[in-house]
């Protein structure tokens, strides 16, 4: 009993204390500044591992004081413990909002779209989950890849998260009860509110302002317009407000008593990340492909770092005088916080449209290639040393070990042996004219193993995305404009997540795969080979642009191919469906606008295979007026055009209602707006 005793309490005494990234930008006041452990260089990916619940764009890591890292995805969450290089729970099923989360006492906290949940730091298990009462708004509102969605924040065991209705919600952390509903405005509040000691909340609207809202009491202290939609979150300290606002990526230092300008200077470009303050700088990132860092005190631009990527909702973090970035392309960028130095670059397989999470000295978060990244100073259990996703052959899954059960057998320390899977990512390829296709085989998996030493306990199953044994599956849907006359697009969703993007096999009228072999029926027809592009944002779709010159319209089968995770291949069966594409696929917002008062009306439209898309402007009567985009080559998603009311000149256009002309080679639409002088 004595030993038993012992060995407990030194488990305890030597269990480390890290300083927690508990929220979105690190706490309540969004300062994004830590410094318990230098990282020092070269860094290298130590896992890249698939996102429980699939990939979501908001969904950036928490970590407690213990090292225990939890991700939320579209429809699940994970804890992964950074001290063991282990997963220690997942839990599918749970659907949260495109937001991070916030941890509290034992328990980490996610929003849904109309309530909030608790779950066990220890097992993951559901606390409680209560929804909002006393609104009729809900917390999210997407809007392509700039999420006006709200990010919660946590203080004082109270969460505070605006929505769609121009409500402050506060929630008690404890029990998910709603405490208060304060109305701030008629539209909605977005991103993550800072809160001060003294309570006071700073959050920003759609419609242009930052408030400064009582919490007690409800009354809104001050607003400030910044000149266009604020959707970056405001960062506090001592001496005043920070923020991030309007077309044109002005920087605001306000004055916390009054919301008064201290000091403002403007960026290149668009952008709603938001900043870090450490030391002398306010740093924050601006869709010009620059960091910038500005002194607190006076605005002034300290330096500003060209980085070759796009920073859109991306925010900066400073871990001991060193800032970390995530750009849209594929990189996560380390720079010095002192010199501006661009220090070092790590690449991941796809965009990363999402914020850094750090604990114990390693930097963690997700990307859209679907997979989270855990990058730290490559040590000797660093293998392959290399921060560069692409030169990556394996999926570096860590060990899942599952929590305890409650009683756990006397053995206190047992070695148990943990199995890594180790992937291909080879694709099949066929010729683009060809009369057979080639025998696809599977490949045993090789595996390597690892022996931590870990607590006896009885182990329990969790499902994998992907079981070894059955293939995967596809859902094919072939879109057309209302004419035919564009390229037509092939959307495919695959079962589960795959290797690599799967092959696609296209055969026209009188050509069909049969038995592996191409049989033509016709003799001056063959069957297209593409590879799919993988699909912004999501996980498991893809997309292939079918030529309207090979004949749209004559499509007799889509053939899908693919390997998943588990090394198991699909093939599906030929056959799709076919729709038009829709109405929504351009959307006008703020189609009534005030240019003068700084309003902006946006084109929003949907980009099916990096398609090359032109926006004009006409009057009435038909004349050009202004051209938003030039046949310029827009990546498949989602794109987000605005108009400021001038014209090619710069002139202001006067009063009245224009066309908005948006083409591509998917489709062609038209639009109006409307202009108020």
């Given at each position: 009993?004595?030993?038993?005793i012992?060995?407990?309490?030194?488990?305890?005494?030597?269990?480390?204390?890290?300083?927690?990234?508990?929220?979105?930008?690190?706490?309540?006041?969004?300062?994004?500044?830590?410094?318990?452990?230098?990282?020092?260089?070269?860094?290298?990916?130590?896992?890249?591992?698939?996102?429980?619940?699939?990939?979501?764009?908001?969904?950036?890591?928490?970590?407690?004081?213990?090292?225990?890292?939890?991700?939320?995805?579209?429809?699940?969450?994970?804890?992964?413990?950074?001290?063991?290089?282990?997963?220690?729970?997942?839990?599918?099923?749970?659907?949260?909002?495109?937001?991070?989360?916030?941890?509290?006492?034992?328990?980490?906290?996610?929003?849904?779209?109309?309530?909030?949940?608790?779950?066990?730091?220890?097992?993951?298990?559901?606390?409680?989950?209560?929804?909002?009462?006393?609104?009729?708004?809900?917390?999210?509102?997407?809007?392509?890849?700039?999420?006006?969605?709200?990010?919660?924040?946590?203080?004082?065991?109270?969460?505070?998260?605006?929505?769609?209705?121009?409500?402050?919600?506060?929630?008690?952390?404890?029990?998910?009860?709603?405490?208060?509903?304060?109305?701030?405005?008629?539209?909605?509040?977005?991103?993550?509110?800072?809160?001060?000691?003294?309570?006071?909340?700073?959050?920003?609207?759609?419609?242009?302002?930052?408030?400064?809202?009582?919490?007690?009491?409800?009354?809104?202290?001050?607003?400030?317009?910044?000149?266009?939609?604020?959707?970056?979150?405001?960062?506090?300290?001592?001496?005043?407000?920070?923020?991030?606002?309007?077309?044109?990526?002005?920087?605001?230092?306000?004055?916390?008593s009054?919301?008064?300008?201290?000091?403002?200077?403007?960026?290149?470009?668009?952008?709603?990340?938001?900043?870090?303050?450490?030391?002398?700088?306010?740093?924050?990132?601006?869709?010009?492909?620059?960091?910038?860092?500005?002194?607190?005190?006076?605005?002034?631009?300290?330096?500003?770092?060209?980085?070759?990527?796009?920073?859109?909702?991306?925010?900066?973090?400073?871990?001991?005088?060193?800032?970390?970035?995530?750009?849209?392309?594929?990189?996560?960028?380390?720079?010095?916080?002192?010199?501006g130095?661009?220090?070092?670059?790590?690449?991941?397989?796809?965009?990363?449209?999402?914020n850094?999470?750090?604990?114990?000295g390693?930097?963690?978060?997700?990307?859209?290639?679907?997979?989270?990244?855990?990058?730290?100073?490559?040590?000797?259990?660093?293998?392959?040393?290399?921060?560069?996703?692409?030169?990556?052959?394996?999926?570096?899954?860590?060990?899942?070990?599952?929590?305890?059960?409650?009683?756990?057998?006397?053995?206190?320390?047992?070695?148990?042996?943990?199995?890594?899977?180790?992937?291909?990512?080879?694709?099949?390829?066929?010729?683009?004219?060809?009369?057979?296709?080639?025998?696809?085989?599977?490949?045993?998996l090789?595996?390597?193993?690892?022996?931590?030493?870990?607590?006896?306990?009885?182990?329990?199953?969790?499902k994998?995305?992907?079981?070894?044994?059955?293939?995967?599956?596809?859902?094919?849907?072939?879109?057309?404009?209302?004419?035919?006359?564009?390229?037509?697009?092939?959307?495919?969703?695959?079962?589960?997540?795959?290797?690599?993007?799967?092959?696609?096999?296209?055969?026209?009228?009188?050509?069909k795969?049969?038995d592996?072999?191409?049989?033509?029926?016709?003799?001056?027809?063959?069957?297209?080979?593409?590879?799919?592009?993988?699909?912004?944002?999501?996980?498991?779709?893809?997309?292939?642009?079918?030529?309207?010159?090979?004949?749209?319209?004559?499509?007799?089968?889509?053939?899908?191919?693919?390997?998943?995770?588990?090394?198991?291949?699909?093939?599906?069966?030929?056959?799709f469906?076919?729709?038009?594409?829709?109405?929504?696929?351009?959307?006008?917002?703020?189609?009534?606008?005030r240019?003068?008062e700084?309003?902006?009306?946006?084109?929003?439209?949907?980009?099916?295979?990096?398609?090359?898309v032109?926006?004009?402007?006409?009057?009435?009567?038909?004349?050009?007026?202004?051209?938003?985009?030039?046949?310029?080559?827009?990546?498949?998603?989602?794109?987000?055009?605005?108009?400021?009311?001038?014209?090619?000149?710069?002139?202001?256009?006067?009063?009245?209602?224009?066309?908005?002309?948006?083409?591509?080679?998917?489709?062609?639409?038209?639009?109006k707006?409307?202009?108020?002088?």
């Open positions: 009993m004595k030993k038993f012992v060995l407990l309490l030194f488990s305890l005494i030597a269990s480390p204390v890290f300083p927690s990234w508990d929220q979105f930008q690190k706490d309540a006041k969004h300062t994004a500044a830590i410094c318990d452990t230098t990282i020092s260089l070269p860094l290298c990916i130590k896992y890249k591992y698939p996102v429980q619940g699939g990939m979501i764009r908001g969904g950036s890591p928490l970590t407690d004081d213990k090292g225990g890292v939890y991700t939320n995805g579209a429809w699940g969450i994970s804890k992964f413990d950074s001290n063991l290089g282990a997963v220690v729970w997942n839990k599918a099923g749970f659907a949260t909002i495109d937001a991070p989360g916030m941890i509290y006492k034992n328990t980490v906290i996610y929003a849904t779209s109309t309530s909030f949940r608790a779950h066990s730091l220890d097992t993951g298990n559901v606390v409680w989950e209560k929804n909002v009462s006393g609104t009729s708004g809900n917390f999210m509102i997407p809007d392509g890849i700039y999420n006006f969605t709200c990010f919660p924040s946590l203080s004082n065991g109270r969460i505070y998260c605006g929505n769609s209705a121009g409500d402050l919600l506060i929630v008690n952390a404890d029990t998910g009860d709603t405490v208060k509903t304060l109305h701030v405005t008629s539209q909605m509040l977005v991103d993550s509110p800072a809160i001060d000691d003294d309570g006071t909340v700073y959050v920003g609207s759609n419609d242009n302002n930052l408030y400064a809202v009582d919490s007690n009491t409800g009354a809104i202290k001050w607003s400030f317009n910044v000149g266009g939609q604020v959707v970056s979150s405001p960062s506090i300290d001592d001496s005043g407000i920070y923020i991030m606002g309007g077309p044109f990526g002005q920087v605001w230092k306000l004055n916390k009054n919301g008064s300008v201290i000091w403002t200077k403007t960026t290149g470009e668009y952008g709603n990340g938001s900043g870090a303050l450490y030391g002398d700088g306010f740093f924050i990132a601006s869709d010009d492909r620059f960091v910038y860092k500005f002194d607190k005190d006076t605005g002034i631009i300290k330096w500003q770092i060209y980085t070759e990527d796009n920073f859109a909702q991306m925010s900066c973090i400073v871990v001991c005088a060193k800032v970390f970035i995530l750009g849209c392309i594929d990189k996560m960028i380390m720079i010095d916080a002192d010199t130095n661009k220090d070092f670059i790590c690449h991941t397989l796809a965009s990363n449209f999402t850094l999470g750090y604990a114990n390693q930097l963690y978060f997700t990307s859209d290639d679907g997979n989270m990244y855990v990058v730290g100073h490559c040590d000797a259990n660093c293998s392959p040393c290399t921060c560069d996703a692409h030169q990556i052959n394996v999926t570096m899954e860590p060990t899942y070990f599952p929590p305890a059960s409650p009683t756990p057998t006397p053995s206190f320390m047992v070695t148990i042996t943990a199995t890594y899977t180790i992937t291909s990512t080879t694709v099949p390829t066929l010729p683009s004219t060809s009369t057979t296709t080639p025998s696809l085989t599977n490949t045993p090789p595996t390597s193993t690892n022996t931590p030493i870990m607590p006896t306990a009885t182990l329990t199953a969790t994998a995305p992907c079981d070894g044994i059955t293939p995967p599956t596809f859902t094919v849907n072939m879109v057309l404009s209302p004419d035919a006359a564009g390229d037509a697009v092939i959307n495919i969703e695959s079962s589960v997540l795959m290797q690599a993007p799967p092959v696609v096999i296209i055969c026209p009228h009188g050509v795969i049969q592996g072999n191409i049989t033509k029926l016709c003799s001056n027809k063959s069957c297209f080979q593409f590879t799919a592009g993988p699909v912004a944002g999501e996980t498991k779709k893809y997309i292939v642009s079918y030529p309207k010159s090979t004949g749209a319209g004559d499509i007799d089968s889509v053939t899908v191919i693919g390997t998943d995770f588990c090394g198991i291949q699909g093939k599906s069966d030929g056959t469906k076919k729709s038009v594409i829709s109405d929504d696929d351009v959307i006008i917002f703020k189609n009534v606008f240019p003068d700084g309003e902006r009306c946006v084109t929003h439209c949907m980009v099916y295979a990096n398609e090359h032109t926006i004009k402007i006409y009057s009435r009567n038909g004349q050009l007026v202004k051209t938003l985009a030039d046949n310029e080559l827009k990546q498949t998603g989602e794109c987000d055009i605005p108009w400021d009311g001038t014209d090619n000149n710069g002139t202001k256009v006067p009063s009245g209602i224009y066309d908005v002309c948006v083409s591509c080679p998917s489709y062609t639409a038209v639009k707006t409307s202009v108020l002088r």
